[in-house]
C-alpha cells in the first residue's frame, strides 16, 4: 500500500488543563431582560410637559395682539350691523341690540367670577404663608390669627359647622402655635382632606382604566390630562379656592411644573411592584403596565394638588400617602395574585 492511501492518525491532546471548563461556558441569558422596554407612564409625562409648557414672549405677544385685532374687528362690525339694522328696521335693530348688550353683561360677569377665583386662590396661599411664617417664628398670636382666618374662609359652608365650632370651643386652652395649628388640621381639616384623598382616588383610577382599555392613540394622553385638570380643580373647591377655568389652568400648570421641576413627574417598578406584588408589572401586558404606573403618577398629582390648594401645610404624618392612595385606588382594577 502507498503512504497515500495509508490513514493518518491525528493525536488529540488530551491533557486536562486543555479542556474546557465553566469559565469557557456561555453565558446564562437572563429571563427577565426583555428586549421591549417598560412602561414609563408616557401619558402622564406628555400630559405634565403640555400642562406645565410656558409660551415664549414672542408667542404671548402674538396672541394677545391677535386676540386685540379680532376683538376690535369684531366690535366694529357688530356696531355698523346694530347701527345699520337700527336704520332699515328699529324693532329688530333694538331686538339685535339687546343680544348685544346681554352677551357683553355675561362676557363681564364670566370675567368677574375668574378674577374673584384668583382672589379666593391667592387667599389660600397667603394663609398658607402665614401658617408657614407661625410655625417658624412659634408665635402663638400669629397662629391664631391663621385660625380666625380659617373660620372666616369656611363660614359660610355647612359641612365645616363641626370642626369650626370644635376649634373656636377648644382653642382657648391650647398655648403652642404648633399645637393650635394642629387641633385646626384635626378638627377643621381633616374631613376635607378625606374628600381630596377620595377625588384623588378616583381621577387615579380613571387614569388606569382608560389608559389600560382604550387603544386610541393620544386618547390616553388626553384623559390623563382631562382627568387631571378635573380633579386639581375640585381638589381647590374642596379647600375653598373655587377656582374658575383660567384659574384652574394656572393652577394646574403650578402644580406640574412643581412635579417636572422636582422630578416627581416619573415612576417605575419600584414603586408599583412592592404594592401590587413583585414581579407583577412585568407579568402584565404593555397596556396593562401603562395604566398602573399613569395612575399612580396622576396619585402624585393629586397629593402635590393637596399640598398647593390647602389652607395649612401638612404636620408630621398627615400628608397623604401615594403608595397608600395607589393601592386603594388600583387594585380594585387589577388582581394582585398571578395569573
Given at each position: 500500500m502507498s503512504d497515500k492511501k495509508r490513514p493518518v492518525l491525528i493525536e488529540l491532546d488530551t491533557h486536562e488543563d486543555a479542556r474546557p471548563g465553566p469559565a469557557d461556558a456561555p453565558p446564562v441569558p437572563d429571563l427577565g431582560d426583555h428586549s421591549e422596554p417598560g412602561p414609563d407612564g408616557r401619558a402622564m409625562a406628555t400630559a405634565a410637559t403640555l400642562a406645565s409648557r410656558k409660551p415664549s414672549r414672542l408667542a404671548r405677544w402674538f396672541w394677545s395682539l391677535l386676540g386685540a385685532i379680532l376683538a376690535t374687528v369684531i366690535s366694529i362690525a357688530a356696531w355698523n350691523f346694530a347701527t345699520s339694522l337700527l336704520a332699515a328696521n328699529p324693532i329688530l335693530g333694538w331686538v339685535?341690540?339687546?343680544?348685544?348688550?346681554?352677551?357683553?353683561?355675561?362676557?363681564?360677569?364670566?370675567?368677574?367670577?375668574?378674577?374673584?377665583?384668583?382672589?379666593?386662590?391667592?387667599?389660600?396661599?397667603?394663609?398658607?404663608?402665614?401658617?408657614?411664617?407661625a410655625l417658624a417664628e412659634n408665635s402663638l398670636e400669629a397662629a391664631r390669627d391663621v385660625a380666625t382666618r380659617l373660620d372666616s374662609l369656611y363660614s359660610a359652608r355647612d359641612d365645616t359647622r363641626w370642626g369650626r365650632d370644635r376649634l373656636k370651643e377648644r382653642q382657648g386652652d391650647v398655648f403652642d402655635a404648633e399645637a393650635l395649628l394642629g387641633l385646626a388640621e384635626r378638627e377643621l381639616l381633616a374631613p376635607l382632606d378625606k374628600r381630596a384623598t377620595a377625588e384623588v382616588q378616583a381621577a387615579a383610577r380613571q387614569v388606569a382604566a382608560v389608559t389600560a382599555l382604550v387603544p386610541l392613540a393620544f386618547a390616553d394622553v388626553f384623559a390623563a390630562l382631562s382627568a387631571n385638570l378635573r380633579m386639581i380643580r375640585k381638589i381647590a373647591e374642596i379647600y375653598g379656592g373655587r377656582s374658575g377655568t383660567l384659574g384652574a389652568w394656572r393652577l394646574t400648570r403650578a402644580v406640574f411644573s412643581h412635579l417636572v421641576a422636582t422630578g416627581a413627574v416619573a415612576v417605575g417598578d419600584d414603586m408599583i411592584e412592592p404594592i401590587l406584588g413583585g414581579g407583577l408589572l412585568a407579568r402584565l401586558s404593555r397596556r396593562f403596565g401603562e395604566g398602573l404606573v399613569n395612575g399612580a403618577l396622576t396619585a402624585r398629582v393629586g397629593v402635590a394638588a393637596m399640598e398647593v390648594c390647602r389652607p395649612l401645610p401638612f404636620s408630621a404624618g398627615r400628608r397623604p400617602s401615594v403608595r397608600r392612595i395607589v393601592t386603594t385606588s388600583l387594585t380594585d382594577l387589577f388582581d394582585k395574585s398571578p395569573r
Open positions: 339685535v341690540t339687546a343680544l348685544f348688550g346681554l352677551f357683553i353683561l355675561v362676557t363681564l360677569l364670566i370675567a368677574i367670577k375668574e378674577m374673584s377665583a384668583f382672589a379666593r386662590l391667592a387667599r389660600l396661599d397667603r394663609l398658607q404663608r402665614a401658617a408657614d411664617h
